[in-house]
């Protein structure tokens, strides 16, 4: 059995009660289990005694003791050998970029982030065993991308760091772009999405299915549980009417912003089977038709760069994330080239 954790709250956790934010880390641990420990002083935040229904954000460090039930569980999923050969070469192909203090990955499509109920431990957080390249302690997660999002991932290397980095995505000095491919053409070509979000509950016992539905702006003061969310938007390229290659800045940083946000205004992302299957319309886009094959079935959602102050150094970092191969397929066949657009088309912008 493992010692003690340390974990941070990572800024798409958002803020939320201790239990809650504590079962959807660890789907087993029941809600007298929490509160006892709390009550004994074994779950901390940022080193003080708390209470189960105690608030944390984004940066707090929680204090976890060894859970036996998930701790028996991570040794099965793992098995004697612990974390496989061919996943740690895999995790470790995915750095782009490391020094001593954080690590970035380009994380491929179908890898989750975290665990969740009734998953292994084949996800970056399970994985970070075979990213520690000496140090003592395995990274930590600043940030998430969805499963079958690609991209730039933060890992930081110290508690210290992680705070740093989180407080940097909390205060918005850390940018980040997306590339997708949505069907239709949005008009204006560059805009900024402005819906608030509200969670509708999963059907499965830790949340599963989830979905975010969009508000109106206007709505958000008087919609239990909605939060504001802005997403700006530009055109790259197009392929005639039917799909559009866009960027992607999310200012706010909600739980699937991004696909929400384009599909709300008619033009989802390609190949999300959760905001844009048979029954969201875009009458005369192309939708409907699909574009074939495999382009029409992966989703089409990459974390292409993010850029922001070191914690250490203080100097201005910009990472940059190949495509993934099924993205890198789309481009080559609809005949796109990133050399053809802006790092940064949003850069000339007030």
């Given at each position: 059995?493992?010692?003690?954790?340390?974990?941070t709250?990572?800024?798409?956790?958002?803020e939320?009660?201790?239990d809650?934010?504590?079962k959807?880390?660890?789907?087993r641990?029941?809600?007298?289990?929490?509160?006892?420990?709390?009550?004994?002083?074994?779950?901390r935040?940022d080193?003080?005694?708390?209470?189960?229904?105690?608030?944390?954000?984004?940066?707090?460090?929680?204090?976890?003791?060894?859970?036996?039930?998930?701790?028996?569980?991570?040794?099965?999923?793992?098995?004697?050998?612990?974390i496989?050969?061919?996943?740690?070469?895999?995790?470790?192909?995915?750095?782009?970029?490391?020094?001593?203090?954080?690590?970035a990955?380009?994380?491929?499509?179908g890898?989750?982030?975290?665990?969740?109920?009734?998953?292994?431990?084949?996800?970056?957080?399970?994985?970070?065993?075979?990213?520690?390249?000496g140090?003592?302690?395995?990274?930590?997660l600043?940030?998430?991308?969805?499963k079958?999002?690609?991209?730039?991932?933060?890992?930081?290397?110290?508690?210290?760091?992680?705070?740093?980095?989180s407080?940097?995505?909390?205060?918005?000095?850390?940018?980040?772009?997306?590339?997708?491919v949505?069907?239709g053409?949005?008009?204006?070509?560059?805009?900024?999405?402005?819906?608030?979000?509200?969670?509708a509950?999963?059907?499965g016992?830790?949340?599963e299915?989830?979905r975010?539905?969009?508000?109106h702006?206007?709505?958000v003061?008087?919609?239990?549980?909605?939060?504001?969310?802005?997403?700006?938007?530009?055109v790259?390229?197009?392929l005639?009417?039917?799909?559009?290659?866009?960027?992607l800045?999310?200012?706010?940083?909600?739980t699937?912003?991004?696909?929400?946000?384009?599909?709300?205004?008619?033009?989802?992302?390609?190949?999300?089977?959760?905001?844009?299957?048979?029954?969201?319309?875009?009458?005369?886009d192309?939708w409907?038709?699909q574009l074939?094959?495999e382009?029409?079935?992966k989703?089409?959602?990459?974390?292409?760069s993010i850029?922001?102050?070191?914690?250490?150094t203080?100097?201005?970092i910009?990472l940059?994330?190949?495509?993934?191969?099924?993205?890198?397929?789309?481009w080559?066949?609809?005949?796109?080239s990133a050399a053809?657009?802006?790092?940064?088309p949003?850069?000339d912008?007030?």
């Amino acid at each position: 059995m493992s010692g003690v954790k340390r974990l941070t709250v990572g800024l798409d956790d958002g803020e939320s009660r201790l239990d809650r934010w504590l079962k959807k880390r660890f789907p087993r641990i029941t809600q007298g289990a929490v509160e006892k420990l709390c009550r004994t002083g074994q779950i901390r935040v940022d080193g003080g005694r708390v209470k189960a229904a105690t608030r944390v954000g984004p940066g707090a460090e929680i204090r976890v003791p060894p859970l036996p039930g998930e701790e028996a569980a991570e040794i099965r999923g793992r098995g004697a050998a612990g974390i496989s050969a061919a996943d740690a070469k895999m995790i470790q192909a995915a750095v782009l970029w490391k020094d001593e203090h954080i690590i970035a990955l380009n994380k491929p499509p179908g890898l989750p982030s975290q665990g969740g109920s009734g998953q292994t431990n084949r996800h970056v957080d399970g994985l970070t065993e075979a990213l520690m390249f000496g140090f003592k302690t395995r990274p930590k997660l600043v940030h998430r991308l969805d499963k079958d999002t690609s991209g730039v991932l933060l890992l930081a290397r110290t508690d210290r760091i992680a705070r740093a980095l989180s407080e940097a995505f909390r205060s918005r000095s850390t940018r980040k772009i997306y590339w997708a491919v949505v069907a239709g053409v949005p008009n204006p070509r560059m805009g900024t999405i402005r819906f608030g979000l509200v969670k509708a509950p999963g059907r499965g016992g830790g949340g599963e299915g989830e979905r975010m539905i969009a508000v109106h702006p206007g709505r958000v003061g008087t919609t239990e549980g909605a939060k504001r969310a802005t997403t700006d938007y530009a055109v790259l390229d197009k392929l005639a009417g039917r799909a559009a290659w866009v960027a992607l800045v999310p200012v706010t940083g909600r739980t699937h912003q991004l696909r929400a946000h384009m599909a709300e205004i008619g033009h989802p992302i390609i190949g999300d089977g959760k905001y844009g299957g048979s029954g969201q319309e875009n009458l005369g886009d192309g939708w409907g038709a699909q574009l074939g094959g495999e382009i029409s079935k992966k989703l089409h959602l990459h974390a292409r760069s993010i850029s922001f102050d070191h914690p250490i150094t203080g100097r201005r970092i910009v990472l940059t994330a190949p495509l993934p191969d099924h993205m890198t397929r789309t481009w080559k066949t609809v005949g796109w080239s990133a050399a053809d657009v802006p790092d940064d088309p949003f850069a000339d912008q007030p």
